[in-house]
């Protein structure tokens, strides 16, 4: 095995191969996150018979340049491809892999690049699709705690600080409740230029449109317990290459590194054997055509065919309190908390379907529908599923928030998406609704006074009132129990 290090284009680039003469196919990551953490991937490729190359994206660790998130990958990756190709111990082929952001990278060579730098096939996990989609939900609402943490981290810096945010927030547990949001910087006492930008990116869905024409097979991989599982799932249903894979695990960002409550040893896969084994298929041409792929069945220990889906069906709920709720930016209804607070006006609108008679397998989209009126001229309406299995426990199932603008005291009726959900609930398990004005801090307080959340400077309280009897949670139900399907099989297939 041969490593050495060069500058591509100037940027800082490793590049590791197997023993043996050669000429090899490539396996290219591109990161900011410095690659020299990748180091371990990337003997595992070369013991395996791929060339490869990582490489700091311009700007970050080894590279010079200033760091532009999202602005020069595609011409930077142009040239990487390209100088691999050029080189004797390089056969042609190559993949283009990576994980959050630099699955951004892997993505927009496929799909940007000019026809002689696109990959012969994508392993894109966890994929941070562009700056838009990152920062903001699809109904708009802003995800201010992810991306908080992110600028902190890794924002206009050559390094990282990863727990930059956390020692913030230890030395000022309001900090991310201070207004405007675009002074975040200043309080965290650096420069952040690129801050108030991300929030004005219009370019959401750009590479989501562009899959339907791609060409190359992709992986996409996922966890149910990532803020990108939607956009994981919508770039497998719009990629038009040849052909596509899912891999939809019970985990976190990390992957399987960050296991969710409903893990279970079945979920337990080694990634990078399937990456190797997936990419040596997807080179010699050996997919089947169409879109395939596995999703673990949280709380039960077992996968389904990616196409698994329940039948949606129309679960009642009765009210417990809160038909008439307050919305106060001041004291929003916290993303970190679970707890329901006992006494005092009601903060959100609380309801509970009847003890589960039997196992509930529920895979697909889960979605609340509701007549309700907002007494401010801007409402955001979060909507949020909690289990409460028989031992007492709280676990939280799905999240969804749309923001609506309606003349104050008019009622509207509406629906509220709380994504996909891939899980057994136990027998006696009921599920709580409920459904408040703020989500926070994963995401940003609406003002309740039409103004931008990120640039206001004034927080209004928001009267709100449901009507309990239009309240219909849609719950995607399997109707029998399912049989099991290895997911290397669906993957490999």
């Known amino acids: 095995m041969t490593a050495f290090s060069t500058a591509v284009g100037e940027l800082a680039t490793d590049v590791r191969l197997p023993a043996g003469d050669g000429p090899f196919p490539a396996v290219l990551l591109r990161t900011p996150y410095d690659r020299a953490r990748h180091e371990a991937e990337a003997r595992g490729w070369a013991r395996r018979g791929f060339a490869a190359v990582v490489q700091d994206v311009r700007g970050r660790f080894a590279s010079p340049g200033e760091w532009h998130p999202y602005a020069y990958e595609t011409a930077d990756g142009t040239a990487a491809v390209r100088w691999i190709r050029q080189q004797p111990w390089s056969d042609g082929r190559l993949v283009a892999a990576g994980a959050s952001y630099a699955a951004h990278c892997a993505l927009v060579l496929a799909l940007d690049a000019p026809g002689d ?19 903001r939900e699809a109904s708009g609402v802003e995800r201010l705690l992810s991306r908080a943490g992110w600028w ?89 290459g040849s052909s596509a894979r899912l891999l939809l695990g019970p985990w976190g960002h990390p992957l399987t590194a960050a296991p969710g409550p409903d893990a279970g040893p079945a979920h337990r896969l080694n990634l990078g054997e399937l990456y190797v084994r997936w990419a040596r298929r997807a080179l010699t041409g050996d997919l089947a055509p169409g879109h395939h792929g596995a999703l673990a069945l949280g709380g039960a220990d077992l996968w389904l065919p990616a196409g698994a889906e329940g039948e949606p069906r129309a679960h009642r709920t009765h009210l417990v309190h809160g038909s008439a709720f307050t919305a106060d930016p001041a004291r929003p209804v916290r993303s970190d908390d679970l707890t329901v607070p006992a006494d005092g006006p009601p903060d959100r609108c609380l309801l509970v379907t009847p003890p589960s008679p039997r196992p509930l397998d529920l895979v697909g989209p889960v979605s609340v529908r509701l007549r309700a009126t907002a007494h401010t001229p801007s409402a955001d309406w979060a909507a949020r599923l909690v289990a409460l299995p028989p031992d007492g426990t709280a676990e939280r199932l799905a999240f969804g928030v749309v923001r609506r603008a309606e003349p104050a005291g008019r009622e509207a009726a509406f629906t509220v998406g709380l994504g996909r959900l891939a899980r057994r609930l136990r027998t006696g398990t009921r599920l709580r609704l409920e459904i408040a004005g703020h989500h926070f801090p994963a995401h940003a307080r609406n003002p309740h006074t039409g103004d931008d959340p990120i640039t206001a400077e004034q927080l209004l309280v928001s009267r709100r009132e449901v009507d309990p009897d239009s309240v219909v949670l849609n719950l995607p139900v399997l109707p029998s129990r399912p049989a099991p399907t290895d997911p290397a099989e669906e993957i490999l297939r």
């Open 117 to 135: 730098a696109r990959p012969d096939a994508v392993i894109a996990a966890v994929p941070a699709l562009g700056p838009a989609e990152t920062a």
């Open 152 to 240: 902190a981290a890794h924002g206009d810096r050559r390094d990282s600080d990863e727990r930059a945010l956390d020692k913030a927030l230890a030395q000022d547990p309001g900090l991310l409740a201070h207004l405007p949001l675009t002074a975040l910087p200043e309080r965290l006492g650096r420069a952040l230029p690129s801050w108030a930008g991300l929030w004005r990116r219009p370019d959401r869905g750009h590479l989501v449109a562009r899959a339907a024409h791609a060409g190359p097979p992709l992986l996409a991989v996922g966890g149910h317990h990532d803020h990108f599982t939607e956009e994981t799932v919508a770039l497998w249903h719009a990629w038009g």
